[in-house]
């Protein structure tokens, strides 16, 4: 029961980070490889709010997680934006660099300490026992939850909603969206705040869990292989991918070695490039073309 | 003849000022510390700097070292071996350092070691883990550590601290980072559990970017360990402590007392986590931490004050080996110099760090260890100073 526990918090944390990757990618084609460090000053953000706003563990969070939504606007806004129209690859070189600097500032402003918000959010990590002798945190419970909330709500935005729609439109096909009427730095705006929001929440989750630090960003990178095995551009495919990378993750730890778990994920990731190199639900010829 | 007179004193003035050197200025000791202060495992490395800082200030304030100021320049290699090694070769060939220092991971290393003896000039560990070619009985004559951590020796006293402690049988779990330091010194520790009758139920090498613990935490709680032995960067130890603890675990750990120990301890208040180490905590409120405390509170040091106890050791040591060092300095005298230090650490370690021509370690490793009392709501020592001879 513990292992399947294991494997559903992990792959709801995957699920979560790779939600961003691919909202942008769906969005501007842009493979934002600066995601981990976002995800990590959003957890930062969390801690700031709850050292200085006072230890009301809910405003904290709503603080934070708007603050990650702005992190996203303000680097579309002042950074990405004039990249549009430039080759994918100038674009990744920019996320690489906009990377370098924002670790270089998280270093400045927060330095290399532990830090740990729950201590200044006032709440306990308590674990939860389950059927079969299985155990969750409740930041594991959170996490879980947090998966299904912000992925039912995408999916039900994108399907029924305007805004969705047009969303959908500048992905497939950002020209006739323009022709449209459809303005398109305002929805690649709107996918780089989502991106940073959904990256935001799966670094306050992890940093509750397990605490904070400049390293946090290699738990981005780390995430990396589950979006390029569920296709760079589907958000469905997100899911299957996160679930089948946490389980052959965790499956190694049980019956190879602690240290195969570090591989595990790359070994998915090349047998899915050899056998579908656009992903499990990845447009092929967007694959091809990059 | 007046004017002559103005011209003649005029070129005097020039030649005082811009080429004869200041009669009364010091010339500085100077040290070249590559040292990483962003970049992975930063967080135990940076606060040296702070301490060092603190510590030389204070000394050039009262005069420096047999009358000169000591000079540490200290750049940040980002734990990367690249930068360590231009930053060692521009200390020693521009800054005309006389002593390198180092406080990063191990991969800088061998790009310092190289340019130091390519330049001959020492190399002093001061936080980075002990390199085994410090360790006697015929150590490298240019490289000497004072890190309060030493693999070989610590699993020593660690597993006999555990047998000590344990009236039941033990069922060992072994955790360790998966780096090659790490899991060196965990492979070490089993086979010494082995030939001390202890039995090891499980063993994990956890990856660095690990988003979650619980996995391996599972297995050794399902291998049924009672007491776990962590030795690995502070993150691994404490985090897998965690997981086993959300699981519900209810045995005994043990881990190495990195600089962030006492803090964790304090945040924890877990009264079966034991930390082990070789320097003495501020709950011990000795004289030398009041000085550390204060100081750090007055200059307003970046990390807290009880981050800075290695550091301020590592500089205990570079003075007493300055002060050894004739005017003018050469690397040569400085080696000379290190080869028979013996710096008196103030209750900060449990006895003198001594360096001797055939041990650039240090004779005796004094080990303490610690834990949180509910009941006293403190922390408390379990295990005083207890020397292991380091042969």
Not at chain 2, 157 to 181: D, R
Request: glycine letters at 8%; proline letters at 5%; hydrophobic letters at 50%.
């Amino acid at each position: 029961m513990q292992v399947i526990v294991n494997i559903v918090v992990l792959g709801s944390l995957y699920c979560l980070i790779c939600c961003g990757y691919v909202l942008i990618y769906r969005a501007s084609r842009v493979l934002n490889l600066a995601h981990g460090e976002i995800m990590s000053l959003g957890a930062y953000f969390l801690f700031t709010v709850a050292m200085s706003v006072g230890s009301h563990p809910a405003l904290s969070f709503i603080c934070a997680i708007l603050m990650s939504l702005v992190l996203g606007l303000i680097i579309y806004q002042f950074l990405m934006r004039f990249m549009a129209g430039e080759s994918a690859f100038a674009a990744v070189l920019v996320t690489i660099a906009m990377g370098i600097l924002l670790r270089g500032l998280t270093t400045l402003i927060w330095t290399s300490q532990d830090w740990y918000p729950l201590q200044y959010l006032g709440i306990e990590n308590a674990s939860h026992l389950l059927m079969g002798d299985g155990v969750i945190s409740t930041f594991g419970i959170i996490a879980v939850v947090s998966f299904v909330v912000i992925y039912a709500c995408l999916f039900t935005s994108f399907k029924f909603t305007r805004w969705g729609l047009r969303m959908r439109a500048v992905g497939e096909n950002p020209l006739f969206a323009s022709q449209r009427g459809i303005r398109l730095h305002r929805y690649y705006a709107v996918s780089w705040a989502l991106a940073s929001f959904s990256a935001g929440v799966a670094g306050m989750i992890q940093a509750c869990d397990s605490g904070l630090n400049p390293g946090m960003f290699h738990i981005g990178l780390k995430a990396f292989p589950v979006v390029v095995v569920a296709g760079l551009d589907s958000l469905a495919g997100v899911i299957p991918a996160a679930f089948i990378v946490a389980l052959v993750e965790i499956l190694a730890i049980n019956y190879i070695s602690p240290q195969a778990s570090e591989v595990a994920p790359f070994v998915v990731l090349l047998g899915m490039l050899l056998i579908r190199p656009w992903g499990l639900f990845g447009t092929k010829e967007e694959i091809e073309r990059v | 003849m007046k004017r002559k007179i103005l011209a003649g004193m005029l070129v005097c003035l020039t030649f005082v000022v811009f080429l004869v050197p200041p009669a009364m200025a010091k010339d500085p000791y100077v040290i070249g510390f590559s040292m990483a202060m962003t970049g992975r495992g930063s967080g135990i490395y940076a606060p040296i700097k702070d301490a060092f800082d603190l510590y030389f200030k204070e000394i050039n304030a009262g005069g420096g070292i047999n009358g000169h100021p000591v000079k540490i320049l200290i750049q940040d290699n980002a734990a990367q071996p690249s930068k360590a090694a231009a930053q060692a070769k521009k200390f020693v060939t521009q800054d005309k350092a006389i002593l390198l220092m180092n406080a990063a991971l191990s991969s800088t290393f061998a790009p310092m070691i190289k340019v130091a003896k390519r330049y001959k000039v020492p190399i002093f560990f001061a936080g980075s883990v002990c390199p085994k070619e410090v360790y006697p009985p015929n150590p490298d004559p240019m490289q000497f550590c004072s890190t309060g951590f030493a693999a070989k020796y610590d699993s020593r006293f660690a597993l006999s601290f555990i047998k000590e402690q344990s009236k039941e049988p033990i069922n060992l779990g072994l955790v360790a980072m998966n780096i090659p330091v790490s899991r060196g010194e965990i492979d070490f520790a089993e086979e010494l559990s082995k030939s001390m009758g202890i039995k090891v139920s499980d063993k994990e090498a956890i990856p660095p970017p690990t988003p979650d613990y619980t996995p391996f935490a599972t297995k050794l709680k399902s291998a049924g360990a009672n007491w776990v032995y962590s030795w690995a960067p502070w993150v691994t130890e404490v985090k897998t402590l965690e997981a086993l603890r959300k699981l519900r675990w209810k045995g005994k750990y043990l881990a190495f007392a990195h600089i962030q120990a006492e803090e964790e301890l304090a945040r924890l208040k877990d009264d079966n986590f034991y930390v082990f180490g070789t320097n003495a905590f501020f709950s011990d409120d000795l004289e030398i931490h009041k000085a550390i405390k204060e100081a750090s509170l007055k200059e307003k040091t970046i990390y807290p004050h009880t981050k800075l106890v290695e550091g301020w050791i590592a500089a205990m040591v570079l003075e007493e080996i300055l002060k050894k060092v004739s005017w003018p300095p050469t690397p040569e005298k400085v080696r000379v110099a290190m080869g028979k230090v013996k710096a008196e650490t103030k209750g900060l370690r449990g006895g003198s760090l001594i360096w001797t021509k055939d041990n650039h370690f240090r004779t005796i490793n004094y080990y303490r260890v610690y834990k949180w009392d509910s009941a006293q709501n403190k922390i408390v020592t379990v295990k005083d100073w207890t020397p292991l001879e380091v042969k």
